[in-house]
């Protein structure tokens, strides 16, 4: 065999297959023995060589050209409807919920794209454990939505031929013996019995990674496949060694022979879970089903013992589609689950581990059939419920609550609970019981059952916490949530699915004995945990835990049974003693909630308060809170009424309360509760709470009958009630319509849930970057119920906010009155009404004489001005009695008592009635107390009158003034109140002194609708008139008791007293109110002002307004002038002048947007894959120019002379907010800066500043108040005289500067070198300027040093300017104000910093140079060092410009025109030249032929064809080679449409090449000329008006010209003759442009008309680029790309965060690298915008620091999904695409973008 593995492996392979063809025998053997060499692991010393065993087998398996094509062709006779494509964890899928019959479906994008889902639910999710596509599975998605390749619409091809899979099929037989092999030796060492994970070996997983590409084929490879996996023969004959499976040298049948002791061995050593004693029964099938029978049991047994390695999953799934597979897989699987439970418990990676065994049995137990099949005849049930037995039973620790208990409970810091071991099995649990039958099967099944409640009840009481009373905890629980997800899983998971299953009547005998186990359960754990019979004293008061998963399970198995199944409440059969211990925790459980919120657990940290959160959060709320509320509601119906209202206020510990004492007495150490008691300042909220649980109970009806709408519309009432939401938020915080309940639930709200969204709520459409909200309409506030809102909301904020926007409602409907406040108003509860029959037991609390009694209490103590009683406690009271009056029945029907009824336990409340009737009980009055001794007060108070005359009073009843029991009259104390007397006084003092109660002539009748106005007032008057109408003797006693009340004496003086109490209190509510008012309307007019606004300090806004030309520092708030009057000597300076200096504090920030500006901006990204194509842009171009420019002239690259703005399109980018600061000042805070630690005034680790004023991110100071002011210094204005006058002044000007100019540097020069590094030292001026561009070059690393530098960051400002304004000065390019920021771009400034630099560091050598540029425009001598300079034609006219502005600084308005005007000239002469070079040959004839005559004769500059004639006679023939041309870069198509040139179109084509000059001018003239801190913006040209004529008449370039010759040749201004200086122009050219004249046309012939900078053109669907993009290779390292994104700026694909971000290496940051630091430098330089595909949201890099800007793309409902968490189908919001935009273009990411952070070059 060696000599094969000396050729090429193509060659050796094919000289084996010829072999095998030949002689199949000896070809067989010799195949078999290279793969013997190579595959089996006994051959260690064959290790090198089975690094090639996959080549080898995919090489051997072909029978065509390549591996590729011979799976192509297999494919071909693919037979299975089935996709089975397999995906592992992080692959991106599609699940349609409208075609998903399993909550469990999911299909490949292949499936998805081929198949008709349009108008269909779907979503798109990144797997987390991995999946199969589902699509042609029935059972699992409806057949409408299958590709046209699976299901039913599979096409069936020919027959097969016979030879296609002759040796395909013994190599495949042989790599499947070798992978069991290889799995049989893994376990050789095996010699403990504990689990581990291994890894199959490279080159046998590479192995098995071909032979799935294989069975990837289709159904011709898994069909022999499952013969051979399931053939029990060929198993029986590979352990008897009677077939060696392909094997044929002897060593490999040894190690054949010897690897089944290692099954065996393995297998006895395995440990498994223990059999529960009450299945002893199924131990027979274990045993019997231990020994495998075939290879797929065999692989399966492996694939339990080692983990679930990645490779024998994949396996074994893509073999999954044959149906017998599927089948007996699922058998082998069930066979081996017990194996599974130990091996989570004692893995390390327990998540990674789940999500493999997920991965398998999702695919196995989703089906519905298989499932139930596998639940009948393999104990499937009976095994989840063993394992979870099992490892629940691992984790058990002693309760220890009380000394009584002892109880066991799930110790949530075990191993098992903290890395949710569980899960896996839990979710396979679930799975399977998602199917109905399966469901049924488990709830008959008794004994299961049992097994299920002993797990539930280990849950039930864990996770508890005990109160800190006297300290505080040392640290907080950092698991605080663990025990609720744990529930939620483990225990309510199951509960949903199980309920699911019981839909109707004809399982309501199931629904029975789950509830009679439950109960039995209870009060087995009730008597674990020392429960007795007298639960409200047993249970600790200061231990709680909110786990409680048992006692959920009955309250919710039971509300369903009643609901939707038709039991009736008595068929539960409880007594009252088991009712009271069934709802003793339940109660604990709310009351300790209310106890948290009331900051009774305060010292317990963090922690308690997060429980509590969650106890109520939507997320857990279903099963936890709204089920304890139903235990209540449902104990209620067998619990005294009064024994029920007792026990609430007893376990609030609030009952001794309820004396007529404005203090009550604390309860002593003999009371119940009295250890831990509530402070005195928190017992009126927990009065409040006692009252709150109480409202509740009666008042919130989630399970008391209402429909499933009923129910959507009071949470989508009290969720928008608090607050806008966008659909996403509202949907989530609906407990019905969580996604935690996977099952038919969701689907029957999710139902209803959009059309009573529809018609609660209204949309408000989000503008640019905020989303649609969901709003409640006014109509839907008459469905507000307080009650449920604050049952439901988390927060008291929430409660409040819900008040106040009620409030919103009544005043936007003139409801109340402007001047009504919200204080005023109470809260509007809603009419308590028991509707349904079946809960009418509830009434029974609204008529018990307990209740009633704590109602007339409350009353009199809020009466009375006792601080325990809140006016909210009187409001829920006040609804409570309202409900209690029509809940009553008629006074015929009284069902009177006495103090003497048995109550089940002593009362904790007052009775002061002997009848359950309020209506009877509203108008008695009660005369007496009597005093009961254990809440007697002190002697000394005892003997005080009350306010009102009335004693100080206690508790029992009586409503005579006779004693009772024996008491004597010394023990009562005088009352003489009645409930109506009380509520009439209440209502006159909220009415005030001045106005009586007083009855409406004709009674309502309709109480159904709570008051329109929910005052005092009118809630009061709304009792005694629903009084009135429910009892005559009611009115009478009002009537009667009416005038009584008015006119006693002593009652009006209180009346009276009262009403000035009310009005002092009313007053102070009013002023308090109208405070906030002003503050809240100070707040937003702060807050509506422009940033640019809010600059002014405190001690600005102290200034007088007379300062307005000054600078004010915004550090030490002094004023500095505008102009900083200096000389310009170089040696006078004053010593003051540094300190004078003001700078404007600024950004400075690398850029590429210039250079990105191209000839279309409509480009759309790259895909991947596509042949790279070179993309013509500014950049691009100028840099091709420069090359050549450096070719041609080596030596002066670096020097101005070459007439050309080096790297301008790379300049920085410099704004500023507006603020200035002293030159000294920004020093010092630098220095500050510097030193802070705190991170407030520091940016990004030192890099930069903030703003001291405005807070915005800065690094540079630009000096502001330098500018010289010119002579003759008139701004925009000219001078008097003709504007001829003017330019001849101005050119005279200019040449006596250059005059005076040299003779200083000439007499300089003699005294100081210019060079010399100290230069200019004295000037503080100077260095300051010097120190600015220090700071702005530092940005941009990659500038060189150097004159041309400063030149090319001033040109690059002037085209950020132009940018801004949208590429040309009129009013109809103007970009649009898309962001609040607003930062402005200091040309000014920079210019005269600029200047001051370049004409102090002016050279003599310099001067001359600028001289020649000048006698060469206006026609002078020629100057000596012009041969060999560049020529003037080929430089940049604007430089020229700039050249001279900056050199002989500073410049008059008539000196800047004029040499404006020069130059322009020198610009219409290179437009005529490139018009010349696209002319044809007859087109030069033809306009040569025009002109000829005129050249000869009558010389015309203003002539167009004169001109151009001229033009064309001076330019060689050599330029205009077709060649030439053609090699050279091809011009604009949007210029040169016709092909035919006329005068209109060459004057239109000369007119676009200098409106760029002519933009470029008038800037540069507006920034200079314009006045300080001006906030004038540029006069731009009016709609509708010419933008070349109206920049033509703003440079003064308009004399002499009529107004309707647009001809542009007309406004040149020649100084001498312009032929002379024309052809003295094309004199120094001619030379170049024969040597080289492809350079020539290069700079002379092509000029581009560049668009505005734009970004990448996005489809209006994400879903197309996120197919293109999900799934690429990076073509740079090679790797699949986890985090795809797209540049916005290019539209390449970017590596972010990949294989490319680790290659650090100088050698790996070239071109090809395509990490997101490396695109950002080579395509942004420094800063670039990606679009994440995975995650849709924007990426911002720049420099060091990178940050998340948002997201372009939104939902249907006008909603971001960053990350794609929902998965629905996304629209491009063109408003947010304007907005980045925006952004870009204005370089406010740093400005805009707050959460920004190191990325330390990861990605």
Not at 577 to 593: F, G
Not at 726 to 752: W, Y
Not at 1473 to 1495: G, N, Q, T
Not at 1594 to 1615: C, N, Q
Request: proline letters at 4%; glycine letters at 4%; aromatic letters at 8%.
């Amino acid at each position: 065999m060696a000599y094969l593995h000396k050729e090429p492996i193509e060659s050796s392979a094919a000289t084996l297959k010829s072999l095998f063809q030949r002689d199949p025998a000896s070809g067989r053997f010799q195949i078999g023995e290279l793969l013997d060499l190579m595959m089996e692991p006994s051959h260690q010393e064959s290790v090198d060589r089975r690094e090639n065993l996959a080549e080898w087998v995919k090489a051997l398996f072909t029978t065509e050209k390549s591996f590729e094509q011979f799976c192509a062709k297999v494919s071909t006779y693919d037979r299975s409807r089935l996709c089975g494509c397999v995906w592992t964890k992080d692959f991106m899928a599609y699940r349609c919920k409208t075609c998903a019959s399993s909550p469990c479906m999911s299909i490949c994008a292949a499936c998805f794209e081929g198949g008709d889902h349009a108008g269909h639910e779907y979503s798109i999710f990144r797997s987390e454990a991995g999946g199969a596509c589902d699509c042609g599975d029935e059972s699992v998605m409806s057949r409408e939505g299958f590709c046209r390749r699976h299901g039913l619409n599979k096409v069936v091809t020919d027959k097969v031929p016979d030879d296609l899979l002759t040796l395909p099929k013994f190599i495949m037989e042989r790599a499947v013996v070798m992978l069991l092999h290889n799995l049989r030796f893994m376990a050789k060492a095996d010699v403990v019995g504990a689990l581990f994970f291994v890894r199959i070996p490279d080159p046998v997983s590479e192995t098995i990674d071909v032979l799935i590409e294989v069975i990837k084929c289709g159904s011709l490879v898994r069909s022999w496949l499952a013969d051979l996996l399931l053939s029990e023969d060929y198993y029986e004959s590979l352990n008897t060694n009677k077939h060696y499976g392909g094997i044929m040298t002897e060593s490999a049948k040894k190690f054949h022979s010897a690897s089944l002791e290692y099954l065996r061995v393995s297998k006895k050593k395995l440990p498994k879970c223990p059999v529960p004693e009450e299945m002893l029964y199924i131990m027979d099938f274990f045993e019997s089903n231990l020994v495998c029978k075939n290879l797929l049991q065999e692989f399966t047994f492996w694939l339990c013992r080692f983990q679930f390695p990645k490779t024998l999953i994949l396996f074994l799934l893509n073999i999954l589609p044959d149906e017998r597979i599927k089948l007996q897989l699922s058998k082998a699987f069930v066979h081996q689950y017990i194996y599974i439970p130990p091996s989570l418990v004692e893995a390390l990676e327990v998540e990674e581990y789940s999500n493999r065994i997920v991965h398998m049995s999702v695919q196995l137990f989703s089906n519905a059939e298989l499932a139930f099949l596998l639940s009948k005849e393999d104990h499937l049930l009976e095994i989840f419920v063993m394992a979870l037995d099992f490892m629940v039973t691992k984790t058990l620790v002693d309760s220890k609550t009380s000394e009584s208990d002892f109880h066991q409970v799930v110790h949530m810091s075990g191993s098992g609970m903290l890395n949710n071991a569980y899960w896996a099995v839990v979710s396979d649990f679930i799975n399977c019981l998602g199917h109905r039958d399966v469901a049924e099967l488990f709830l008959s099944n008794e004994v299961v059952l049992r097994i299920w409640m002993r797990v539930l009840t280990c849950f039930s009481a864990m996770d508890h916490v005990t109160r800190h009373i006297d300290f505080h905890v040392e640290y907080d629980h950092e698991n605080a949530l663990l025990g609720f997800y744990t529930e939620r899983e483990a225990c309510a998971g199951p509960l949903w699915v199980m309920l699911d299953a019981l839909p109707d009547s004809r399982t309501v005998s199931l629904s029975r004995k789950v509830l009679e186990l439950c109960v039995t359960s209870i009060v087995e754990l009730l008597d674990a945990l020392g429960v007795g019979d007298n639960p409200e004293w047993e249970i600790p008061f200061n231990v709680v835990s909110f786990h409680y998963p048992i006692h959920r399970y009955f309250a919710l198995f039971a509300s369903n049974a009643i609901s939707r199944q038709g039991m009736k409440i008595q068929d539960m059969q409880l007594d009252e003693r088991l009712a009271r211990r069934l709802m003793a925790h339940p109660l604990r459980v709310i009351c300790s909630m209310h106890e948290v919120l009331c900051q009774m657990w305060v010292r317990n940290g963090a922690s308690i308060a997060t429980r509590q959160l969650a106890y109520r959060q939507s997320l857990f709320c279903g099963f936890f809170l709204d089920a304890d509320l139903f235990i209540l509601q449902l104990c209620a119906n067998f619990i005294n009424p009064n024994s029920f209202v007792s026990s609430i206020f007893l376990r609030c510990r609030v009952a001794h309360c309820l004396v007529l004492s404005n203090e009550p007495k604390q309860l002593t150490l003999g009371h119940v509760g009295a250890v831990g008691q509530p402070e005195e300042e928190k017992l009126n909220k927990m009065l409040e709470s006692a009252f709150s649980i109480l409202i509740s109970v009666v008042g919130v009806r989630t399970h008391l009958g209402m429909s499933d709408k009923e129910i959507l519309e009071s949470e989508v009432v009290a969720i928008l009630g608090t607050s806008k939401l966008t659909h996403s938020n509202l949907t989530g915080r609906i407990p019905q319509c969580h996604d935690m309940h996977a099952c038919e639930k969701v689907k029957r709200f999710a139902v209803p849930l959009m059309t009573v969204i529809d018609e609660l709520a209204y949309k408000i459409e989000g503008d640019a970057m905020t989303q649609t909200l969901y709003d409640l309409k006014d109509e839907s506030w008459e469905k507000y119920d307080p009650a449920f809102t604050r049952h439901r909301v988390l927060y008291k904020y929430q409660v409040q906010r819900a008040h106040t926007n009620y409030f919103k409602y009544l005043q936007r409907t003139n409801k109340v009155s402007s001047g009504t406040l919200e204080s005023n108003i109470w809260t509007p509860y809603l009419p308590i009404r028991i509707r349904d029959p079946r809960f009418a037991h509830l009434n029974g609390i609204l008529n018990c004489r307990a209740l009633h009694s704590v109602i007339f209490v409350v009353l009199y103590k809020y009466l009375h001005e006792h601080g325990i009683v809140t006016e909210q406690c009187l409001t829920i009271s006040l609804a409570l009695l309202e409900a209690a009056l029509c809940a009553s029945s008629d006074e015929e029907d009284l069902n009177s008592g006495s103090e003497t009824d048995n109550f089940g336990f002593p009362l904790s409340v007052p009775m002061l009635y002997d009848c359950d009737n309020m209506t009877r009980n509203i108008r008695i009055t009660i005369t007496q107390i009597q005093v009961h001794n254990e809440y007697s007060c002190d002697t000394d108070d005892a003997d005080e009158p009350m306010e009102d005359e009335s004693m100080e009073t206690s508790i029992p009843p009586t409503n005579v003034g006779s004693p009772i029991g024996g008491a004597t009259p010394e023990q009562y104390l005088g009352v003489n109140e009645s409930i109506v007397s009380m509520l009439i006084k209440l209502h006159e003092r909220y009415l005030g002194a001045s106005e009586k109660f007083s009855l409406p002539a004709e009674l309502p009748r309709d109480f159904e609708r709570r008051v329109d106005v929910p005052n005092g007032a009118n809630v009061t008057k709304q009792i005694l008139m629903l009084a009135a109408v429910r009892s005559s003797e009611n009115l009478d006693a009002i009537t009667a008791m009416r005038p009584r009340v008015g006119n006693n004496g002593d009652s009006a003086s209180v009346s009276e007293r009262d009403a000035e109490r009310m009005r002092r209190r009313l007053k102070a509510r009013e002023m308090q109110k109208r405070l906030l008012q002003d503050f809240a309307k100070k707040q937003r007019e702060f807050l509506g002002r422009r940033p640019d606004d809010c600059r002014i300090s405190r001690a600005m806004r102290n200034a007088d307004t007379s300062d307005e030309d000054k600078y004010r520092c915004v550090i030490c708030s002094s004023l500095e002038p505008k102009y900083l009057n200096v000389t310009p000597s170089v040696d006078k300076y004053s010593i003051n002048t540094r300190s004078k200096i003001m700078c404007l504090i600024g950004l400075a920030q690398t850029s590429a947007l210039l250079g990105h500006r191209m000839e279309s901006d409509d480009r759309k990204p790259v895909p991947p894959g596509a042949a790279p194509v070179e993309v013509k842009n500014c950049r691009r171009v100028n840099e091709k120019i420069w090359d050549s420019l450096r070719l041609q002239f080596p030596t002066q690259y670096d020097n101005p002379s070459i007439g050309h703005c080096m790297g301008w399109e790379l300049a920085p980018h410099v704004s500023t907010c507006g603020h200035h600061v002293h030159a000294t000042c920004f020093e010092e805070y630098v220095k500050w800066v510097r030193r802070d630690t705190t991170g407030y005034l520091r940016f990004e680790g030192g890099v930069g500043f903030m703003c001291p004023l405005c807070r915005q991110t800065s690094n540079v100071a630009v000096p502001c108040n330098i500018a010289r002011v010119a002579r003759d210094d008139s701004g925009s204005e000219m001078s008097s005289g003709r504007r001829d006058d003017c330019f001849n002044r101005g050119i005279s000007a200019i040449k006596r500067n250059i005059l005076r100019k040299r003779e200083t540097l000439t007499t300089l020069s003699a005294l100081l070198n210019p060079e010399d590094a100290n230069y200019g030292q004295h000037d503080e001026v100077f260095k300051a300027c010097l120190k600015s561009l220090d700071g702005i070059h530092s940005e941009r690393a990659a500038m060189a040093d150097g004159r041309t530098n400063i030149r090319s960051l001033l040109r690059g400002q002037l085209e950020y300017g132009l940018c801004k304004l949208g590429g040309a000065l009129c009013d109809s390019a103007k970009l649009p104000a898309l962001s609040p920021v607003k930062r402005n771009l200091p040309i000014g400034p920079m210019f005269h910093v600029v200047a001051k630099v370049v004409s102090t560091k002016t050279t003599l050598s310099h001067c001359r140079y600028v001289d020649s540029i000048l006698d060469c425009l206006t026609g002078g001598a020629l100057h000596p060092m012009d041969s060999v300079s560049c020529p003037v034609l080929f430089k940049d006219p604007f430089t020229m410009l700039l050249e001279i502005c900056l050199s002989f600084y500073p410049l008059a308005i008539e000196e800047y025109r004029a040499a404006t005007r020069v130059v322009y000239n020198l610009c219409l002469i290179r437009a005529l030249i490139h018009v010349c070079c696209k002319f044809s040959s007859d087109e030069r004839s033809a306009w040569k032929a025009k002109a000829s005559r005129a050249l000869e004769n009558n010389y015309d500059a203003s002539n167009l064809n004169c001109l151009l004639g001229h033009v064309i006679t001076r330019l060689p023939d050599c330029i205009y080679d077709g060649n030439v041309a053609g090699a050279s870069a091809v011009s604009s198509p949007e210029l040169f449409t016709s092909t035919v040139w006329t005068k209109q179109s060459v004057e239109n084509t000369v007119t676009e090449f200098c409106l760029h000059y002519m933009r470029l001018a008038s800037l540069l003239q507006f920034h200079i000329f314009q006045k300080p801190d001006s906030a004038q913006e540029f006069p731009c040209a009016g709609d509708g008006k010419n933008e070349f004529l109206h920049l033509v008449e703003y440079l003064g370039m308009d004399s002499d010209v009529a107004t309707e010759d647009l001809s542009p040749v007309v406004f040149a201004k020649w100084v001498r003759s312009p032929k002379t200086i024309i052809d003295l122009w094309f004199h120094r050219t001619l030379r170049f442009i024969t040597g080289d004249p492809a350079f020539s046309y290069n700079i002379l012939g092509e000029h581009y008309l560049w668009s505005q900078p734009a970004l990448v053109t996005l489809p209006e669907d994400y879903t197309g680029l996120f197919a293109a993009f999900r799934d690429i290779v990076c073509a740079s390292c090679k790797e699949p790309i986890r985090e795809p994104c797209v540049c916005l700026l290019c539209g390449e694909y970017v590596c972010y965060a990949g294989a490319c971000a680790e290659r650090r290496g100088p050698e790996n940051r070239g071109p090809d690298n395509r990490s997101a630091v490396a695109h950002a430098k080579r395509c942004g330089n420094g800063t670039v915008v990606l679009l994440h595909v995975n995650r849709t949201t924007i990426v911002v890099v720049r420099g060091e620091r990178s940050c998340e800007w948002g997201t372009l793309y939104l939902d249907d409902y006008g909603e971001e999904d960053r990350g794609w968490r929902r998965g629905r189908p996304l629209l491009l919001r063109k408003q947010r695409v304007a907005i980045l935009h925006y952004h870009w273009i204005n370089h406010l990411f740093d400005s805009a973008c707050r959460d920004w952070r190191k990325h330390r070059n990861l990605l």
